[in-house]
């Protein structure tokens, strides 16, 4: 395949908020795209962006499903879930060739489940306040 033009098995497990991905269908293109991938989620730690095109959700694929079907099929299974997807240059490229993506032809990333979100940055302690030396009193004696 052309340089880095090759599909994406984006392996993840479910985090407490979920997976961190929007999914939803374009008007006029068949298929399932991803739309936003939330910050420090497994969705992002696996390689999945937005735009990509959802080609197999768990090695089914379900490029003729419907947006609910794609739900239930990620929902479906406990533990990781893998999403075989393209962006638009490579499905341009593959489409040109008349190949079909396949797991096989895949790059895989695999997350791990996501770490809790960072805490909010601490500002460093404050030092102590500085003590200015005493001036040297002269003392006279009587």
Do not use: W
Not at 27 to 37: E, T
Not at 85 to 92: A, I, L, N, P
């Amino acid at each position: 395949m052309a340089g880095d033009l090759k599909p994406r098995l984006c392996v993840m497990t479910k985090g407490d908020s979920g997976y961190g991905f929007h999914l939803h269908g374009e008007k006029g293109k068949s298929g399932q795209y991803i739309r936003k991938v939330e910050l420090h989620s497994a969705a992002e730690a696996s390689g999945l962006r937005a735009g990509d095109r959802v080609v197999e959700v768990n090695g089914e694929n379900v490029e003729r499903d419907t947006h609910h079907q794609v739900v239930q099929r990620i929902k479906a299974l406990e533990g990781d879930t893998r999403l075989l997807v393209v962006d638009r240059e490579t499905d341009e490229y593959l489409r040109s060739l008349r190949l079909t993506c396949t797991e096989d032809m895949a790059v895989r990333i695999t997350a791990a489940a996501p770490s809790p979100s960072p805490s909010p940055a601490r500002p460093p302690p404050r030092p102590p306040p500085l003590r200015r030396p005493r001036p040297a009193s002269a003392t006279t004696a009587p």
